[in-house]
């Protein structure tokens, strides 16, 4: 991954939440790192996404998943994407393509639950020798 | 001068008519007009003046007035063409033609080469690259280490700087864009297209004033 990509991550020059009439203070992107292969990575992705009834497509590292809202209502809708920052490293990013936030806070939530396995949090043993440290899932 | 253009109503420094804007960017009439009612929306959100302040800016962003981030500070520097301090009506629509669907690409290409270029040095050193990665980390609540980050930069830089004299300027810029265009995905805002979707009020509302005068 490069830098200047990993940058445009940044919800500082996401200026479409300048046009968001919510007034919520959520988060409405999230990244995990995982140690995993990117294939690992990807169908754990596209099987917990398929366990929560969502529609998956995935093409070049970048996943969709699409569905109801909570309520039926409307449309719901999240895009995935695995860079991968180091070797062995990969930085997963996650947000929201379509729909409530809140919805997609409690999508968000859940799905890590059920990512555990593939999420690396380091233990203070690896976190001393500087690789990584980063707070749990939902901050 | 006629007075076609006074309303009645009292105009902050700054305004300037939505058919002068309309000409010198992407925006229609009524799309600036809609830019309008957002902008009014956001201007008075903390200090009733019709100007974007830094907090307003903040609070539109990230919900959160205090929220210090390095990249926000940069749009917001660069939006503010006067360097006044707060962002005008008119350096509002202005800026955000930018990020037109239909604005040329070589705009933004430039816009972004600008937003990177921390210090306004003219070209991008690999400390500010730096910089941005960490403040890019930090914002996300991830910590890299030292090595990890100097690899990460190094290897970009390397890829960036084709001349290969620790900076990316311009033209080097613009060539490693070509390459990479997912680089200014985030210059490009298709909901602009939109906007006059999202305030329909506003043009029912036009309408009658034109008629009141």
Known sequence: MNAFEMITLSQGLNLSSLFDRQQDFIKRQTRFVSRKSAKVIISSIEAVAGSMGLKVHTRNFKTRLEGLSANKAGQFAAVIEVYEVAPSLFLVDVRKAAGDTLDYHKFYRSFCKKLEHIIWKPTESNAKHGLLRTKSCDS | ?213
């Not at chain 2, 390459?179 to 509302?205: C, E, G, Q, W």
Request: charged share 30%.
């Open chain 2, 1 to 213: 001068m006629g007075c076609f253009c006074s309303k009645g109503v009292k105009r902050t420094p700054g305004y300037e008519e939505p058919t002068v804007l309309a000409a010198e960017t992407p925006f229609t009439v009524s799309e600036v007009e809609a830019l309008y009612e957002l902008f009014k929306k956001l201007s008075s959100s903390i200090i009733d003046d019709g100007l974007i302040h830094k907090e307003e800016f903040n609070l539109a962003l990230f919900r959160n007035r205090n929220k210090r981030n390095l990249f926000a500070d940069r749009i917001f520097d660069l939006f503010d063409v006067k360097r006044n301090g707060v962002i005008e009506f008119g350096e509002f629509v202005r800026s955000l033609g930018v990020f037109h669907p239909n604005a040329p690409i070589e705009d933004k290409i430039a816009f972004a080469f600008r937003l990177y270029d921390l210090r306004n040095t003219g070209s991008i050193e690999q400390e500010e690259l730096k910089e941005m990665v960490l403040a890019l980390l930090h914002e996300s609540d991830l910590v890299l280490s030292e090595d990890v980050i100097e690899t990460i930069v190094d290897k970009t830089f390397s890829q960036a700087d084709a001349k290969g004299d620790g900076k990316i300027d311009q033209e080097e810029w613009k060539e490693f864009v070509s390459k990479n265009p997912s680089l200014i995905r985030n210059m490009t805002l298709p909901y602009l297209k939109d906007i006059t979707l999202a305030f329909p009020s506003f043009v029912l509302r036009s309408e009658v004033e034109d008629s009141e005068v």
